[in-house]
């Protein structure tokens, strides 16, 4: 486990600016947060990484951070109040940090009760996992498992609102060999979706509450006697 988590994006941004494989997972990204950003309101939001792109285009909430622009933060250990963000935006974190559970701890601490997060990531059951060792990027990544990260965030107790699969394509070099394979992208959703090469999850903020029990109740269950007649009975020799 590393002692400091400061978390930077900068290779993540070259790569997905300036690499044909980059740009064609960006663009895709970049509308599917840009749809579901629109209706998301309250006090204050937060980007982690990639300062130079935004994905908040249409958001109306007006305090914004960003993590690697206006602040460096320890992930685990983030400057914000509890219950203080309404909405959190994880482009391709939990991929370039370790011990990406505690950092999924925290986000729960900081995010506002039924706040939203929208994250994207790569997944390890995909093209891009299957040839990891020819992008440059993925070699010091731990590309994710969506089944295993479904069930961690179960336990953290998030909700799952929504979410998408992206790119079903070889991570080709080329564009014209990208656009000569597009029809993967087509028929991906439909027939193999789990196979994308990356993906996004819309997560809320669920609270655990407890339930009282009130003393009249408790007094009926020391007042119950249990039957024992048919015990008895079956009993009997």
Not at 206 to 224: M, R
Request: proline share 5%; with cysteine.
């Amino acid at each position: 486990s590393s002692s400091n988590l400061q978390y930077n994006s900068n290779s993540l941004q070259e790569w997905l600016l300036k690499t044909t494989n980059g740009r064609d997972i960006l663009h895709k990204e970049r509308l599917f947060y840009t749809q579901n950003v629109r209706n998301i309101f309250g006090n204050y939001s937060l980007q982690i990484g990639l300062n130079e792109i935004n994905l908040l285009p249409g958001n109306k909430i007006h305090n914004h951070y960003t993590i690697n622009l206006n602040l460096e933060a320890d992930l685990r250990f983030m400057p914000f109040a509890n219950d203080s963000m309404d909405l959190i935006i994880c482009p391709h974190v939990f991929e370039f940090i370790n011990d990406y559970e505690y950092v999924l701890q925290e986000l729960y601490r900081i995010l506002a009760p039924n706040g939203r997060i929208i994250l994207t990531c790569f997944n390890q059951h995909s093209w891009f996992g299957f040839f990891k060792w020819k992008i440059p990027l993925f070699k010091r990544a731990n590309l994710i498992q969506l089944p295993k990260f479904k069930l961690q965030l179960k336990e953290l107790n998030f909700g799952i609102d929504g979410g998408k699969f992206f790119s079903y394509c070889p991570p080709f070099s080329k564009a014209r060999r990208l656009r000569r394979y597009r029809w993967l992208d087509h028929i991906g959703d439909r027939w193999f979706p789990t196979l994308a090469n990356s993906f996004a999850l819309i997560l809320r903020k669920e609270l655990v509450t407890t339930t009282l029990i009130k003393p009249a109740i408790l007094d009926s269950f020391q007042a119950l006697q249990p039957n024992l007649g048919t015990a008895r009975i079956c009993n009997k020799s």
